[in-house]
């Protein structure tokens, strides 16, 4: 078979690179693609046991439908070292007199990963000083107020290279 299916020409060493070329061209801007919309999505969500989790998914299905029904929001900010948080119930009121637990974990290393108290401030909402590296961070908090079923949420912030306490 000494002709091309193409021209007529013989088959040659530079019809074969073409094909290479286009073949993993195409092989490697697909995976490319693929990488970099994995990286956009990925919630970072991750279980110890995901057995665990698929028995219990029925019953945390309903007790987050209950909390999204209260229409509670939370904002966290970290500004000089200290972390300060807001609650606000679904007709926008600050949520007062409550318990507060954060914890708190880095998204990229989990090597200063901790969990705090969040007393209430003077000037409304929770904070204090925490001891954060720079970068994404994600506050997973419990709310016991008063009368209530405690109501757990997360919020994702930032802490800027400016604004480190400990690296």
Known sequence: MNHSLFRGGPFTGRHMLMI????????ISVNLTLAFFASKSWTGLVVQNSYVASQNFEKERVRQAA????????????????LTVTLKDGDGKSIERAAVTAS??????????????????????????????AGEWIAEL???ARGLDPWQGSVRFSVPNSEVGAD
């Open 20 to 27: 290479m070329i286009a073949f993993f061209g195409v092989v």
């Open 104 to 133: 708190l974990s880095g998204v990229m290393y989990d090597r200063d990963d901790q969990t705090v108290e969040l007393p209430a401030l003077a000037r409304g909402g929770y904070g204090r000083e925490v001891q954060l590296h």
């Open 142 to 144: 419990t709310v016991d």
């Open 67 to 82: 909390q999204m029904a209260r229409g509670w929001q939370i904002g966290a900010n970290v500004e000089d070292g200290f």
